[in-house]
């Protein structure tokens, strides 16, 4: 189960943190996404991280703006997202599989297996 918090409304320029707490499965070795999904568009993979070595992806739009961090003790996945846009506006989700695996592509939202509930982020301009 993924837990998702942290969305609201900000002005352009503005920050956010958003948390996503994991329970009820293992995930020492997950890999963790942050996706997102604007009206009419496709769900799109912000960042992602895996929970053994920290390796991280960012989308090129959010690169520098956006930052993915962890806590193993807790299961928990945050994104801080500074100097927010309003093409940033979205629905964002959490997602996980529960395993690493070399071959499968972390940056497409198939990819993810377990997803939580969405947390609208409103960037005002």
């Known amino acids: 189960q993924l837990q998702a918090s942290g969305g609201g409304l900000v002005q352009a320029g503005g920050s956010l943190r958003l948390s996503c707490a994991a329970s009820?499965?293992?995930?020492?070795?997950?890999?963790m996404a942050w996706c997102r999904q604007a009206p009419g568009k496709e769900r799109e993979v912000v960042a992602a991280?895996?929970?053994?070595?920290?390796?991280?992806y960012y989308k090129d739009s959010v690169k520098g703006r956006f930052t993915i961090s962890k806590d193993n003790a807790k299961n928990t996945v945050f994104l801080q997202m500074n100097s927010l846009k309003p093409e940033d506006t979205a629905v964002y989700f959490c997602?996980?599989?529960?395993?690493?695996?070399?071959?499968?592509?972390?940056?497409?939202?198939?990819?993810?297996?377990?997803w939580g509930q969405g947390t609208l982020v409103t960037v005002s301009s």
């Open positions: 997602a996980a599989k529960s395993y690493y695996d070399s071959i499968v592509d972390y940056t497409r939202a198939p990819a993810y297996d377990f």
């Open positions: 991280i895996r929970f053994s070595g920290g390796n991280t």
């Open positions: 009820g499965r293992t995930y020492s070795n997950a890999v």
